[in-house]
């Protein structure tokens, strides 16, 4: 590396031009905490002619972006195109075996072949970076890797996609449902016309699957993610949750359980009810934050845009300003063959409160057949049973339990699954605890 | 460097003792994270005799501090000793001479003398950090050097100071006043028997001289501080404020005011009214949160634990750890001699709302008075006079000002001063703007 870090950028969607412009408007500020400048060397994405809202003219533009993972005028590949396998993950390797640091936004990639790339990059002596993977412009990736090294970290969680935080805000805003509010993010460019990564939690699943890893030291294990989304949350529920001192939040929650021997990773994106006096009850929007319990540190919590063109080019030359400065360290805060391979926990017998939500039939001895089921499989209930209508006619009931064992709760559901009392299948949604 | 990262712990307070905890407990850890083991290779402290509820046994103690900056088994001095200037300074200077690199807690000796210190480390090319200067646990410093290093940033502020945090809060909570509080905080260890340095934001000020420099790259100007701190804030005035949507909270607040050529520099620790929706309005209790606002990070936030033997031993060793890896770039960001000397702002162009109260005579014709030295002084009342009644038995008159230049209010109060209908200097809390 010279007097110059010389990147290649490929991929020119919003981030990619994000890039660009932070590059061109702090350029003196970044040479300056880099050490040197950075230049943008080589340019490539899938349509030339595509009007990106920045002047590509100054930028050399080649149509194979293989080329740069061999020549000699680059330092970085900062690759912005996305998706798991394919494109990404071939330019990738050929990267990094053709000595080229690289950086990447692209958290589909990372959380599931994100170890492979860091071992070849440590054979290679190279930088593989991620900053902008999880969590937009919150430096969280560098967090956890150094600023809380120096602890066992017993929890990691937080809200990780801005989409499901914009529409769970929204919805409490404006009392409206679910599919309501999600129509009207798309109509203004706030969610993707084809949601479901996001929706369902799988966006949220690849970020949580990354930062699990680097909080304790662990392989990655995206499959072992229990996950669900947000589609099923009504209006009433949000309601419900206020009235009991609570907010909704798709929450990806990561446990490392147990001492070293047999220690055993949980890892859920799920739904939570999130009391008031916990920082999270009050991100809005679409902002993202983590927190992270440590043994020392206490809990860190980092806040700020999950997404955006500014926030992750923000990230994204960070890694760039680390990697112009020498700093270029495992990826995941130790060598991959550090790592532990652990099992993943049993979720029976995690102990907790939650929240159950019924939807059922408008007549007698339904209350009564619910709360058998609960009293047959030991489920005690707080305090708590609130009657609302739902959107179809059919009553709904809610309640919360008293700290118990999951596997009790999942027994109630059981004993009632095909009751012609329940409308539909009941919610069941954690609540965090503390 | 060798196989193993050899320190030199000087001092052993709380926060020595956590430190030796810390490396002890999370020794494997830290070893898989660093690359290599770190050694307590030396102690020192003023009493040796001393209970600190560790084994001191395993640990060389020495004497004189001095060996350490030259003894070649040690390869860094972590100093928990305290003092802007005194000891720690000497020690500091003689361990970068020494060829030793250096890690401290010490806010006060940063404040007063980082730029000396980090240009003797680049000269001699060691490290010099001071991530447990500035709010605990929490990895702010290297939020702002390497986390938001893109980015041109605007400001920075936060709560800075736990004490002060803590005993707002629990006026909050409690109604009482600030005297009944500290006294409370004193007999339960929570504030020193001599609180000044926290109460009247000294503390906070040596910190938020660290960020600012950091944060804009600007030398580190700690005089150019105006402080006040929270000795005159009255349970009456926390209860205004949540009336009006507001929380009290002591702010440290760094803002560089204009663009590159006549840049300036504003620095104020300060009581601020903070709204509801704001995030620093949730921070309750000793924690801190830092804000920093980037040209294309955005917000970002950063909280936690904010003092404490184990939050602040935490933040030693994750500068150890760094260490270890060989990441030991410019102590603020940039080299020392790039770091740009900025004027001081004046104050009084800058425009906000604020929140006055005074302290008045009860008879006719008092609020009159207030009122025409506004109107004189071109302040506008947004909405509110509440009417309250102060310890002594004066009338409490409260308002809120219109956005406006605070040269008015300044000149308001000038006109006010010694009037007999004042029982007291007036309060002024400005309100954080978004």
Redesign the interface.
């Known amino acids: 590396m010279g007097e110059t870090l010389n990147i290649a950028l490929v991929g020119l969607g919003t981030v990619g031009a994000?890039v660009i412009r932070?590059v061109e408007?702090?350029a003196e500020?970044?040479a300056?905490?880099?050490?040197k400048p950075i230049r943008i060397a080589g340019i490539t994405a899938r349509d030339r002619a595509k009007d990106r809202g920045v002047d590509l003219s100054p930028y050399e533009w080649v149509d194979d972006m293989g080329e740069f993972a061999t020549r000699e005028d680059i330092d970085v590949v900062v690759e912005l195109i996305g998706g798991a396998d394919g494109p990404a993950l071939t330019l990738a390797k050929e990267c990094l075996s053709g000595g080229k640091a690289f950086v990447t936004a692209n958290k589909a990639m990372v959380a599931h072949h994100g170890l492979d790339l860091a071992q070849r990059a440590e054979q290679a002596g190279l930088a593989f970076k991620y900053?902008a993977a999880v969590a937009g412009?919150?430096?969280v990736i560098?967090?956890l890797r150094?600023?809380?090294?120096?602890?066992?970290l017993s929890r990691v969680y937080g809200i990780l996609n801005g989409t499901c935080n914009f529409i769970l805000s929204a919805m409490e805003k404006t009392g409206q449902d679910f599919a309501e509010v999600l129509a009207e993010a798309q109509a203004r460019g706030f969610a993707e016309a084809d949601p479901s990564f996001d929706i369902d939690g799988v966006d949220a699943a690849h970020k949580l699957s990354i930062l699990a890893a680097l909080a304790f030291?662990t392989e990655l294990d995206f499959d072992g993610i229990e996950r669900s989304g947000i589609r099923k949350i009504l209006s009433a529920d949000i309601a419900q949750a206020a009235a009991l001192g609570y907010r909704i939040r798709l929450i990806g929650m990561a446990e490392l359980d147990g001492s070293n021997g047999d220690a055993r990773l949980f890892q859920r994106v799920h739904p939570y009810l999130v009391p008031m006096?916990h920082?999270l009850a009050?991100v809005?929007g679409s902002t993202n934050?983590v927190v992270a319990e440590?043994?020392?540190?206490?809990?860190?919590?980092?806040?700020?845009?999950g997404a955006?063109d500014?926030?992750t080019?923000?990230?994204?030359?960070?890694d760039?300003?680390?990697i112009a400065?020498?700093?270029i360290?495992?990826a995941f805060?130790?060598p991959v063959r550090?790592l532990d391979k652990v099992a993943r926990a049993e979720t029976g017998h995690r102990i907790g409160k939650c929240y159950l939500r019924f939807e059922v039939a408008d007549r007698p001895g339904v209350l009564a057949e619910i709360t058998a089921a609960m009293r047959d499989a030991g489920v005690s209930i707080e305090s708590l049973i609130q009657k609302g209508r739902s959107p179809d006619g059919s009553v709904l009931v809610a309640m919360v339990t008293h700290e118990g064992p999951e596997s009790a709760v999942a027994a109630t559901l059981s004993a009632l699954k095909g009751s012609p009392s329940l409308h539909a299948d009941p919610l069941v949604v954690h609540i965090l605890g503390d």
Chains 1, 2 share one sequence.
Do not use: C, T, W, Y
């Not at 150094?146 to 066992?152: C, D, S, T």
């Not at 440590?294 to 845009?305: D, K």
């Open positions: 994000g932070l408007e702090n500020l970044i300056r905490r880099a050490g900053e412009g919150i430096p560098k967090g150094e600023g809380a090294a120096a602890n066992r030291g006096h920082p009050h809005e934050a440590g043994n020392f540190s206490g809990r860190l919590l980092f806040q700020g845009a955006g500014g926030p080019a923000s990230a994204v030359v960070a760039l300003i680390d400065r020498g700093e360290g495992p805060s130790m550090e």
